[in-house]
């Protein structure tokens, strides 16, 4: 399975994709929702790991973009904060249609499950 990950911060990127790759999933990596609505244009990912506080495009209009035009994708939201704090945005995304939010720092486990979660729930589908 393919993983995309958005998140301006490029630790947060490279975290993930290490703990990604070593559980066996391929890793596609962007810095901001626009960009990563054009690789997701070139290379098809199944889950999307996409922070909510960027510049250029933030993650909210990312996961509309996503809902819009790549429906099947797995959406995780991610998010430290801004002014009103992660808990707001969080919720919004989950309402705009993300399956699963977490708060940073993040808890990585907890994410890798929730990934093998999804996979499982949606293996069928994808062999159909």
């Known amino acids: 399975m393919k993983i995309l990950i958005i998140d301006d911060d490029p630790q947060v990127r490279d975290i993930l994709s290490i703990w990604f790759e070593q559980e066996g999933f391929s890793v596609l990596e962007a810095e901001n929702g626009r960009e990563g609505v054009k690789i997701q244009r070139k290379t098809p990912a199944e889950m999307l790991i996409c922070d909510l506080i960027m510049p ?16 099947a994708v797995g959406i995780i939201a991610i998010s430290g904060g801004g002014k009103v704090g992660p808990d707001s945005y969080l919720e919004i995304a989950v309402q705009l249609g993300a399956w699963k939010a977490f708060k940073k720092p993040l808890d990585i486990p907890q994410i890798i499950e929730s990934v093998h979660q999804w996979a499982t729930l949606n293996s069928d589908d994808r062999q159909k």
């Open 56 to 71: 250029d495009q933030e993650g909210i209009e990312t996961i509309t973009s996503f809902q819009k035009e790549f429906p």
